[in-house]
């Protein structure tokens, strides 16, 4: 009882295995079966394949759509009208990866990519480091 109480207690990105909290709209590899929660929120059947779609969306935000600030990026990843504080998530994110809200990044670096995925899953969810080092560097490279 107490496993399953838990599992209620999770921010929906954990509970769903997709901690980016991404959306329908791709066909990612390893989504569940069915593919969503019932609220429009993608599942995966793995952390590693959910941060690995995270990573994914946020390296194609450079490389397909050339955006390439943290302003740029999290304004199309998470935009005002779907209920976001962009302003302090992009706040959050610049102060996490050390650079100003304009500044030209580079999200094919897996440093960089990395960072920016941290940040991303600590404000989807909560604070805190849910992921070891490991699980981040896997889904890092598996989307590079």
Not at 76 to 93: G, H, L, M
Request: cysteine-free; charged content about 20%; hydrophobic content about 40%.
């Amino acid at each position: 009882m107490e496993n399953a109480l838990s599992a209620l207690t999770l921010p929906r990105g954990l509970r769903n295995k997709n901690p980016g909290n991404l959306r329908p709209g791709s066909q990612w590899q390893g989504l569940a079966s069915p593919p969503t929660d019932g609220q429009n929120y993608l599942v995966f059947v793995s952390d590693h394949y959910g941060l690995r779609a995270a990573a994914l969306n946020l390296k194609n935000q450079q490389v397909k759509h050339g955006l390439r600030t943290v302003r740029a990026i999290i304004t199309k990843y998470a935009p005002a009208s779907d209920n976001n504080n962009t302003a302090a998530y992009i706040a959050a994110v610049a102060k996490r990866l050390g650079v100003g809200a304009d500044a030209q990044i580079d999200m094919t670096s897996p440093a960089t990519l990395e960072r920016f995925l941290r940040a991303v899953v600590s404000h989807e969810n909560g604070r805190g480091d849910y992921y070891d080092d490991g699980t981040y560097s896997r889904a890092v490279q598996a989307a590079l």
